[in-house]
């Protein structure tokens, strides 16, 4: 969605080890905001981020305006279930909808062969592959470990938002949620290591849309502990909302 960070420029490079041709598109999706979020905030730097992608070696980029991909008249959308249940759809219940039908959109008018996302948005990676294997898109898609800051903070374009002393905090997310991973992994119970990692995002001045564990492939409830699984957290930091997530 454009403000391109390390983050965005790691996806290029992972892609440029998978294809000979590498496309990027850049869209911020009004479809996947609610009315009382920051569309028209969102950060926004066009020039920059084609100087970010041409250093990068970029071959092409696809920058469409709103009326190219939601023409008047426009009257599909494509509803997800499965891995979009719960976590962010329980606060955002608009947005994988919006992410689902502009990603296939997408997909359909780039024509990638291998279709790269970042793990940090962990649900979102989850709900593409499974809308690509539902829908039977010739395309794979691959996801990109996070890419962090030196103190653990995972990079996204809204950290902009956040005052000095917010990204001084901001990196207890990234800790709470390794802790409760690490905790699990040693056999702690996971309510346990999970009420341990609210209280020091409490502590450390957020406030939690939710902490959980889930299986790392359905991100249904785990069952057995010997699941694959992941910690996913969304918690404010003031008026900045971070979403982070770790592999138990």
Known sequence: MGALHEGHLTLVRAAR???TRVAVSIF???AQFAPSEDFAAYPRD???DLE???EVGVDVVFVPGVEEIYPPGFATAITVGGPAEDLESVSRPHFFGGVATVVAKLLTVVGPDVALFGEKDYQQLLVVKRMAT???LPVEIVGVPTVR???GLAQSSRNAYLSRVERQAAPVLYAAISEAAQAIREGTPAEKAIGEARSKLVMGGFKIDYVKVRNAETLKDVKDPGEPMRVLAAAWLGKTRLIDNVAV
Do not use: I, R, Y
């Open 17 to 19: 080890l998978q294809a």
């Open 149 to 151: 800051d030196g103190d």
């Open 46 to 48: 066009e020039a920059a």
């Open 52 to 54: 970010k992608l041409a």
């Open 28 to 30: 911020v999706n009004p």
């Open 134 to 136: 539902d829908l039977g």
